[in-house]
């Protein structure tokens, strides 16, 4: 909707205004494209690593029995997070607990 309504109102603005924000947004674009080219390779490194680990993490999850798939993945890592976070706030409460009897 926002879309619809900039093109309706650059339709009844003047041309400067027109030219101002097509310009703006060619600006825009190469800037964009510009990062882009810039750090393909950093992207490109970046997924070689998160395939490699998902790789790795499948491989690891059917040498002990379970669901090698990459929803099985996640499903592996979402546990794990959940685990770290219960780990968490069980030291937590035992350090404030440790902390009140003192």
Excluded: N
Excluded at 57 to 85: F, K, N, Q
Aim: charged residues 25%; without cysteine.
């Amino acid at each position: 909707m926002a879309s619809l309504a900039r093109s309706i109102d650059l339709q009844r603005a003047d041309g400067a205004v027109v030219m101002s924000f097509k310009s703006r947004l060619i600006d825009y674009l190469q800037r964009f494209i510009g990062d882009l080219v810039t750090r393909s390779s950093q992207i490109a490194e970046l997924l070689e690593s998160l395939m490699s680990q998902l790789a790795a993490a499948g491989a690891r999850l059917r040498y002990h029995g379970r669901d090698p798939s990459l929803a099985g993945v996640m499903a592996e890592g979402a546990r794990t997070i959940h685990e770290e976070a219960v780990s968490d706030l069980l030291l937590e409460d035992l350090r404030a607990e440790t902390h009140d009897t003192r």
